[in-house]
């Protein structure tokens, strides 16, 4: 266990953590406005799950976050984003006289500064150039809010073992350990800090267990090194205690992530500390929780993940909520310490038919340079890839699974009384769920892919985009697969769901949305068009007999689309800006042209996956910086 480094002067600390946070809010601090504000500031500490300010209260204050994290929230459960270390809370409404647009809390133990919305007005008018660097700072907030409200890094994770039988300290040494590793050529080896109880009360030579109550004195030393700590490093872990003692009462009011550490075969019900502190109506700890399942090395797939969950409905339902780990793969660390570390790699594949089996020749291009991918997330056919990219499963195993699922033509069923659809669905619904059995021996869920997903399909019943984190994972992927008017819609909790492709064809905003810091996009569409040289379109009969009787490279009219292609046409139409517009949000970006491929030409299986396999190597030939960030054997 690492030793901390010791303690420096509280005070001195303070001193510049003020002027640090205030140099950041207003800028390059003159001495005249320095020596105005100092003492118009009030020092607040906040503790985990207290409310700062309630939305529509007056506007009487600003106030500047020197530690912790603050969450902004507007109604019920609209989130609008986190509020860390030196950033300032308030400004806008005090500008304005408008009242609070929303309520903020602390999310762990923190403390603000609070300057009188009076005061502030008097800087303004005395010092304008201040107000620049604030100004810039709403700008930026703004723009924030227009992408969605997103996850700021985490930097105090608690791993906390729900089992007294659990090693959480080796856990914690091994995460520890691979967070350093991370980007040791571009970090410094102090910038991840490891914290057990021993370390910490060797450091300051006292007693953990016996200052808990004190307000002032040990205790008071013991909060201000840890302040000291926070802003020394980009990155803590906090090993807890499996017992409810004070140090790991201490690790909980510290952290914005407590990582839930369990045997995933043992009791899903909550017991003990997290009993105590973390659920129902004695939950103290406003912090993100996330479950850390440790399965045997040998398990094929996690099961009963759905069980821990519905346990724990304060769990955030995005890529969070859940983490599989096996001791004994590397890749498992290596994945959980980038979600951990907010580095973490999604990848999102596009719908588009028959086409989308590019998408395994990328993920094959994409294995070869040894690119690992993190959270996984596609809407129709790119949702059923996806589901494969989320298995774990090698790229060679997964090109076998789908060539055999979809070499049956899933879109073969004629409805000869198409009162919902023009297919049936019936082999659609054998092909998805015997592709999911043959992965996993069974049924699964979501829950139980060994990396996060999500798919995206449309809910007719409420005109809306729904994302599917959790549930039946056959169901939700023929949901997102199932083609409006083409395939019957999935009735999934009392409503109707059809293709994510009317919606979001490309959902890289969800996947931006759900914490990635960087983004590998594979986009089926293609900007380019061809012109039909006909004067009209051809009569039923004719188009008929032109694909009856003449060979397809010799037909009239084989540039003019099927009926079922016009529908996924029609369909993915609406989406289509959209799909334009996530390009620009992608940091890797795969475009295959596959633009002589049907929608539904199933047995180009092969040829189609090619395609996506050399565009895949050309494009990483150029890309150095997209390269594993640490070596080491795949699972």
Not at 44 to 62: I, Q
Request: glycine share 8%.
């Amino acid at each position: 266990m690492p030793t901390p480094a010791p303690p420096s002067d509280a005070a001195g600390f303070h001193q510049r953590l003020l002027e640090d946070t205030l140099a950041e809010v207003f800028g390059e601090l003159e001495p005249g406005l320095f020596a105005s504000l100092q003492p118009r500031l009030t020092t607040l500490e906040l503790a985990g799950g207290t409310v700062l300010m309630r939305e529509g209260e007056p506007s009487d204050a600003l106030y500047l976050v020197l530690s912790g994290r603050l969450v902004a929230s507007r109604g019920a459960d609209a989130v609008l984003g986190e509020i860390g270390r030196g950033e300032p809370i308030g400004e806008m409404g005090v500008i304005t006289g408008a009242p609070r647009t929303a309520t903020v809390r602390a999310l762990r133990d923190s403390v603000l500064v609070r300057l009188d919305g009076v005061d502030f007005i008097d800087v303004l008018q005395r010092w304008p150039r201040a107000g620049l660097p604030l100004a810039r700072k709403l700008i930026e907030r703004l723009s924030r809010k227009r992408g969605g409200a997103r996850r700021q890094g985490f930097i105090n994770v608690c791993v906390l073992p729900l089992q007294a039988a659990l090693d959480g300290d080796a856990l914690a040494s091994r995460l520890h350990a691979e967070l350093s590793a991370l980007s040791a050529d571009e970090t410094s080896a102090g910038a991840f800090a490891l914290h057990d109880r021993r370390s910490v009360e060797a450091a300051l030579g006292l007693d953990i267990e016996s200052v808990e109550a004190e307000a002032l004195g040990e205790h008071r030393r013991l909060l201000d090194w840890l302040d000291q700590q926070e802003a020394a490093h980009a990155l803590q872990v906090f090993v807890a205690d499996a017992a409810d003692t004070a140090w790991t009462r201490l690790c909980l009011r510290q952290a914005d992530l407590v990582l839930l550490a369990t045997d995933a075969d043992a009791d899903p019900a909550p017991q003990g500390v997290e009993l105590a502190h973390l659920v129902g109506d004695a939950r103290r700890i406003a912090a993100h929780q996330s479950l850390w399942l440790v399965h045997p090395d040998d398990r094929r797939r996690p099961r009963d993940t759905a069980a821990w969950l519905a346990a724990r409905p304060h769990l955030a339902v995005d890529g969070l909520s859940h983490l599989h780990l096996r001791r004994g793969h590397p890749g498992d660390w290596r994945r959980v310490a980038r979600i951990v570390a907010g580095r973490a790699i999604g990848l999102v594949l596009a719908g588009g038919g028959a086409r989308g089996f590019a998408h395994v020749g990328v993920m094959q291009a994409l294995e070869e340079q040894g690119i690992e991918w993190d959270v996984v997330g596609g809407t129709s056919i790119g949702a059923v890839m996806g589901f494969y990219a989320a298995t774990g499963l090698p790229a060679s195993r997964m090109r076998a699974l789908a060539g055999e699922a979809f070499r049956r033509n899933p879109t073969g069923d004629v409805n000869w009384v198409p009162v919902m659809s023009l297919l049936r669905g019936r082999r659609l619904k054998r092909v998805i769920d015997d592709a999911v059995a043959e992965a996993f021996d069974g049924a699964a869920d979501i829950e139980d892919l060994w990396r996060p997903f999500f798919c995206v399909a449309s809910n007719c019943s409420r005109q809306r985009a729904d994302v599917l984190r959790r549930g039946r994972l056959s169901e939700a992927l023929r949901a997102s697969v199932s083609i409006p008017a083409a395939l019957p819609p999935v009735l999934r909790d009392g409503e109707l769901l059809v293709d994510g492709g009317t919606f979001n064809n490309y959902p890289v905003d969800l996947m931006r949305a759900a914490g990635a810091a960087r983004v590998i996009g594979v986009d089926l569409s293609q900007d380019a068009y061809r012109a039909l040289d006909h004067a009209d379109v051809p009569s039923p009969w004719a188009f008929l007999l032109d694909r009856l009787f003449r060979r397809r490279d010799g037909r009239r009219y084989k540039d003019f689309p099927s009926l079922g292609t016009t529908v996924v046409n029609v369909a993915l139409m609406a989406s289509t800006s959209h799909q334009k517009r996530m390009r620009e949000l992608v940091d890797l970006a795969f475009q295959p042209d596959v633009s002589d491929v049907g929608l539904l030409q199933w047995r180009a299986f092969d040829r189609v996956g090619a395609i996506g396999l050399d565009h895949a190597r050309a494009v990483l030939a150029t890309r150095e910086d997209f390269k594993r960030s640490r070596p080491g054997d795949r699972d």
